[in-house]
């Protein structure tokens, strides 16, 4: 739309860089003197530049301790990745070497694994085709035909190269002690480096229904505490009054661009009689058609489509005058004092256990301790301000029960329908070269999680760290199987050391080269955010809706973790058949820390701030499960050498051992052509034998527990036994050390929380002397507009308690409250009014029908508020504000 002057490409590229995009302040040079300072989106009142792709790992929580957390732990795996690595080089330069098997020519780097390309048919008369895929042939001699076996001649040396298996373990073992550690150090040193809401602030869970004014919460909490309380947020069960505000500005904003376009394609449709401009809220900017410009015999299509428009809207309208006089009952309470220590004396008082929150007992405070309108309120530690899922407060646990066991079974189901397709094509190649299933389980593993992104979307939580954490669980389960359990399931026994394209280590192989370069290419192009930008927004007819295609790629960092668990496990599950893997791990982790520290700075939306949640979870879950899947199938790995089914006929009775061939040559064929075997008075005769313990159920993979293990030799039979043992061990132990502790408080806390007040250092730093620190601002973000939109009344707040800098159209433009008066017949004036007395359109019977905050900054801000009450307002300058 080059000759459109109502848009600006110019701009929406501006828009990106400066309220998409994460910025820091700077001076006017554009340095950045004394670390980094995360500015506001859409900062105007002082200079400011992006984050640079080299930013510092201590700034990355500028982004949330939860990913600052995630680029740490991510960087700590690839280095154990790399020290395993080269524990394992021995064993990586035995099986290239000709002493473990020769023609290993062509193999390229796949001759570092375990794959065996020395192997012989050999007589085997109870082999038949029932116990094998591909691997028994018949020869035929003087008109018979007799049966033969493939027979692997590698020589693994377990006994020896056993010791390095072990090595790898303990290795691990030691890590993931210290990972938790050090997971705990640094959280605590990146939460007391950086302030914010959650270090001062409690959610109330239980608040009485009916009480809306906030003083009343502020004098309670004060005198228990017996410290200053600055902010109380009310927040409402109002989601259906939200969720239809929310629809009708989002088709307006739809109807608004189809009328722009009819006008620009016919202007003289605006001077058509019974038509007029109406505004989409109170002190709106935007105003639409409230008739039809089109009639029914002129562009059929459109013309259904916009009445179709006005309709919905009309509808809407009543709709939201209906909600707006229904009584909403208060949710959760978030109260945030002037000083840490309030909240860490309060929490000591009224933290409570499961038991007591379900009603089973009942802890005495005294007879002196104050109650709230009769009621002991429960209370945590509340989540990050930018965490809260304010549409999602004080859905019933039915629903939200109800609607996670759905998507549930439907990422079951997708993760079924995946493996299908996946098997479907596990026997075709792309040319000659990487085989197509791990082409398409790289592709799926892109794909699905974008359908579990939409499943996540229907369900409720109170914060988007919830939210994270079962997104984690869908994409995970999906990632998990497409990565490493399917090429386990898809292949035989006798597929597992074979130097085929179809084998595990030739799909382990090419899955990790795959995932090193096909993986962070596709991310770092970020083919629908350009398509968005570079197609899609020139021909807009619109600013907003141009600006909207420049509002980024918003990522999950519940998907980050899951794309480095997948990649984690996989090296793990096959460390003892591919120990290259490891540095190829170790390597492709590397890769996505710069890949994403790329997009995190250059392309991706900023996500709402996530603590530590994830890492919690992806230590204590995931990362633990890929240890004892190390330690497991390593001991599974080491018994079923040489994963040929066979077993010497050396004096065992039965099975085909009692017969002979006929002494001569046979003739046989496989997929490489005809072939001859000679057999001769000397020759060894094998029976089949099932060297699975896998497929079997034998648990645990040790060899004396096990109902036979005929095929190992004493070296193998040794080691196996010693790893196996060692194995359970190790993996137990990490699991008691990971959970032990977790179980025992889980017990303790059943009847009475155990709150600790002094676990982190008290900063002594007061809320309002910190610059960038934020208020519980009840808001919604959607996608559909270019800025989140407010849900409660802000005259009483400092504006640079929100999150985001006021736009040019102004904080009132985008506040849902303002919204409800042209639903109406009330006076817009007055709206949105956090009394609990207000008797304007916005509350019904006395009551409020939007959330609530009240600010209560102490005197020497408030008389910096009423310096500046006439000047414009700018961020200070300075981390923090001084009282003089």
Known sequence: QRDNPDVNLDEAWEYFEHVTLPRRFC????????????????????????????????ELADFGIGVAMYFATIRALAVICLVAGIINLPVMLYYASDEYSENQEGMSWGRFSAACAQHEFVPCRNCGNNEWTSLTTYGEQEGGEYSFALKNLCDPKIGKNGWYSLATIGSFFAFFVWLGRFQKIIEVRYDENDQTGSDYSIQVMNPPPDVFDPQEYKDYFEEI???????????????DLLNALIKRRALIASLTCMQEQLLSERPELSLRENKERISLSTNSPTSYYDKPLLSTSEGCIAALKERKM????????????KLSKCKYNSAAVYVTFEQELGQRFTLMDLSVGYFEKIGIVSNDLGENFPLFHGTKLFCEEAPEADAVRWIDIGISNFEVTFKRSVTLIATCCITVINALMIEGTKDMRVGTGIGFSAILITCSNIIVPEVCKLLNKQETYDTDGQSQISLYIKIALVRWVNTALLIFILSGHDLTITNADSGIIAKVNALLLSELVLTPLIRAADLLGSFKKHVLAPRCLSQTEMNLKFQGTFYFLAERYTDTTKVFFLALFYSALVPGGLIMCALILSVYYLVDKYCI?????PAPLVGTELTKFSRKVFFTLAFFALCLMTAYWLSGFPYDNLCACDGHVGDGCDETYPIGQYQYSDESGLHLAEISTSSKYYYFCNQDYIRSGVFPPIPSLAPSSNWMAGDQRDMTELCGWISLFVAFTTIW???GHDIFQTMMNMTDARYDPFESKDQNIDFSCVDDIYAYVPEVTDEQFEYPLLACDISSLDKKLISWSEPSSGYSHWNLINDVASCT????????????????????????IFSIIKHYPPAWRMLELQEMENMPLCRSSTKTLSRN
């Open 27 to 58: 001076d006017e040079q554009g340095i950045a003197n004394g670390g980094f300072e995360k500015a506001p989106k859409g900062e105007s009142g002082r200079p400011t530049r992006l984050y640079p792709v080299n930013t510092p790992k201590e």
């Open 225 to 239: 505490s017996e410290a200053p309380v600055t902010l109380v947020t009310i927040a409402l069960e109002n989601r």
């Open 310 to 321: 006005l309709s919905e809207i009309s509808k809407l309208k009543e709709q939201i005058g």
């Open 825 to 848: 017949e009330s006076d817009a004036s007055g709206l949105g009014d956090s009394s609990h007395n207000s008797d304007d359109s916005s509350s019904n019977a006395n009551t409020p």
């Open 737 to 739: 050390i990971v959970y």
């Open 601 to 605: 700075t250059r392309i991706w939306k």
